[in-house]
């Protein structure tokens, strides 16, 4: 078991550790003094560290990646995606330089490691070792959520203050893949609710898409049951429309096209860590 406590000062720490303790006491835990720190001003947990500027890699834990060699057969080329995905998070067009070694492991001929591959390859390394720090989410501020969708997939951008907190996006299965433009558009801003609904909970965020049709979503008329049952659904959320041209919804756009087969990752509540942001 693992306790992390932040504070926006020395003296409210001190107060937050006394509580634990007592908490400790009080069910009977021990802790072992040499695993112990207080009064850290960073934080390595989970291959990432932790400061009052945010949340960015460990690079410890990403030369573990930097360093490995070419995949050899299809069961490298996957845990070479495994380990790497645990960064998608904070990298920009991540699905985009990932295409290739994704493509290659859908394929179920004889395993060839082409010059594509190892470009693909170099570059998800490259763009690791330079990955940016997420901006802590502040339950204070605003969130903006940007969303797109294309044929194969949904991709989303959780902002504040014109920061990243996180990217995330996925492919769509076969039956999504059928439905309307209007209706994919509408899967993605679902899909990404839900998604991040551990940062949002009940806080004010603005939706902006380059999908005009969404605005009207709660008073159109004619909508599928489809689209009715997803309406009722973002009706849980304290939603601020906002309808912007493609041109300036790019990131989300990439992400869509490109889309991440699965993003591994931890979800902080928001209200857990508020503090660090201060």
Not at 113 to 126: C, G, I, N, Y
Request: charged share 25%; hydrophobic share 45%.
């Amino acid at each position: 078991m693992d306790v992390i406590i932040s504070s926006p000062s020395f003296t409210q720490n001190v107060k937050y550790l006394k509580e634990v303790f007592r908490l400790l006491h009080e069910a009977g835990l021990m802790l072992n003094k040499e695993k112990c720190k207080f009064g850290c001003e960073e934080l390595k947990y989970l291959g990432l560290i932790i400061n009052k500027k945010g949340i960015k890699t460990d690079e410890a834990k990403v030369q573990a990646i930097v360093g490995m060699k070419p995949p050899r057969n299809f069961k490298e080329v996957l845990k070479f995606l495994v380990m790497s995905q645990w960064y998608a998070k904070f990298i920009k067009n991540y699905a985009d330089i990932c295409e290739p070694l994704y493509n290659l492991k859908r394929k179920l001929k004889r395993f060839i490691w082409s010059m594509e591959a190892q470009k693909a390859f170099d570059a998800v390394k490259a763009a690791i070792t330079k990955a940016p720090v997420l901006k802590f989410p502040d339950c204070k501020i605003p969130f903006e959520l940007f969303t797109d969708a294309s044929s194969i997939g949904v991709g989303a951008i959780l902002n504040q203050e014109q920061r990243p907190v996180v990217f995330a996006s996925r492919t769509l299965s076969a039956a999504e893949r059928n439905y309307t433009v209007t209706e994919r558009e509408c899967l993605a801003v679902v899909w990404a609710l839900n998604e991040f609904r551990t940062y949002l909970g009940s806080l004010p965020i603005k939706v902006i898409t380059y999908h005009a049709a969404l605005t009207h979503l709660t008073t159109g008329k004619n909508l599928s049951n489809r689209m009715i049952r997803w309406a009722l659904k973002l009706a849980e959320f304290n939603i601020e429309w906002e309808h912007r041209p493609g041109t300036q919804n790019t990131i989300a756009d990439v992400l869509a096209r490109n889309p991440i087969e699965s993003i591994i990752g931890e979800k902080v509540n928001c209200a857990i860590i508020r503090d660090l942001a201060l």
